[in-house]
């Protein structure tokens, strides 16, 4: 398919993981597509890794404030023309006892997580709403609904609030055209869940999940796609789970858990 042939499409965190996966999945529909990063080692490594005429890189750091954002939001509308999808897909999350978690730390997670993703949101939806309109997907996760994670207690407050900004933003902006809906990955396989080889938490996490497998970062691109699309024209404000059936619960009895 070729979904997005002529369209253009701005991608946060895109560098490695979901966000890569993502990245390549829209260039293989046709689109032309800018990924905005902090680290320009890790654009460059994108752009040779990607080597498509189709892709283009431009450095932002979140955590460097709405202003930023703003100049850097302009700049890549200016250079496209029109930008028709944006996908915040920037994350951190830094493993810290709710008891440990400084004032810093908290600030650095919304900073990315959270607020950069409202102004990037903000700057482009302005754009949009001169030229007919467009698409926001938010990356949100399955944490931002259990609240549960151990250790990721800013992470799932910022996730949780991405989740509902998207709902908000989705109710304010229909008029103008543009769609705002969200993706919540469950646990997915990238270098992040790799658990420095510890099975017993691999293991903990697969029997978590109703599937019993980890996703994979192209199911989590497909979904985007499918927001981003035609296909999703009358969905708004929704947050879809890609979770494997992760929200629902583990198996709590070793008795019953399906054979493999």
């Known amino acids: 398919m070729n979904r997005f042939s002529g369209k253009n499409v701005v991608v946060t965190g ?8 993502i990245v390549a999945a829209f260039l293989d529909e046709g689109a032309e597509v ?28 979140l955590r ?9 939001a302009k700049d890549v509308g200016g250079r496209l023309g029109q930008v028709h999808v944006v996908v915040n897909c920037a994350g951190v999350a830094v493993q810290t006892p709710v008891l440990d978690i400084t004032e810093e730390q908290w600030d650095q997670t919304f900073a990315v997580n959270l607020k950069g993703a409202f102004f990037l949101s903000q700057e482009f939806a302005r754009q949009m709403s001169s030229a007919g309109g467009g698409v926001i997907v938010n990356i949100s996760s399955a944490d931002g609904f259990r609240g549960s ?9 910022s996730k949780a609030g991405l989740s509902h900004l998207t709902t908000a933003m989705a109710f304010e902006l229909a008029h103008l055209g543009i769609r705002c809906n969200a993706v919540a990955p469950g646990p997915v396989a990238t270098p992040m869940m790799d658990f420095a080889g510890d099975e017993s938490v691999y293991d903990y996490y697969v029997q978590s999940m109703a ?9 989590q691109a ?12 009358n969905i708004t404000g929704e947050t879809m789970r890609v979770d494997g059936g992760w929200m629902i619960g583990m198996w709590p009895d070793p008795k019953f858990v399906p054979k493999e």
């Open 222 to 233: 497909k979904a985007v796609l499918f927001l981003a699309s035609e296909d999703a024209s």
């Open 149 to 157: 994670e151990a250790l990721y207690a800013d992470y799932c407050a």
């Open 211 to 219: 599937q019993r497998r980890f996703s994979s970062p192209e199911e």
């Open 64 to 72: 460097d404030g709405a202003e930023a954002i703003r100049r850097a």
């Open 34 to 61: 800018v990924v905005l990063g902090s680290a320009e080692s890790r654009l460059e490594a994108l752009r040779r890794e990607m080597d498509s005429p189709h892709l283009a890189t431009a450095r932002l750091d």
């Open 14 to 21: 895109g560098t490695g993981g979901v966000g890569k996966g």
